[in-house]
């Protein structure tokens, strides 16, 4: 039975959160997609001087800018992460790469980025759930 060292284990779950995190970005691109499609239509069908007292119009706005905002903080998630990344596909300064994120997180919430900081919150507590666990 072979041994797998603590590192292996490592990588192959940093990979896993990887692969996790382009699907959400993923998932969140169609959900983009389709908000899109939906303020077209409520743009289509409100009148052009009616737009400031519309509120399927406004709620379309919003959730599209909300999404929108979602989206671009994944590509910009991925393209850090993908900085980390060598050319076989590992993190070997994984390390650095959590305290990167970690404070990229708490930097958001000291600017009040809220929503930015929750959504790496999620992610930056399972890179981390993965250093402690293999120590």
Known sequence: ??????EEVIQEELNAIYELIINKRELV???LTFLRSNFDRVCSHTPIYD???DTDWSN???QLHLKLNEYEFYLHLTEIMNDFKDVNE???EYYEMF???D???LQLA???QYEQAAILKPWVDRIKTVILKNY
Not at 1 to 6: E, G, L, N
């Open 1 to 6: 039975m072979p041994i797998i060292s603590q």
């Open 29 to 31: 691109k169609a959900e």
């Open 51 to 53: 737009f400031g007292n």
């Open 60 to 62: 379309s706005n919003e």
């Open 90 to 92: 590992r993190f070997p």
């Open 99 to 101: 305290v990167t994120l």
């Open 103 to 105: 404070q990229m997180m």
């Open 110 to 112: 000291k600017k009040e």
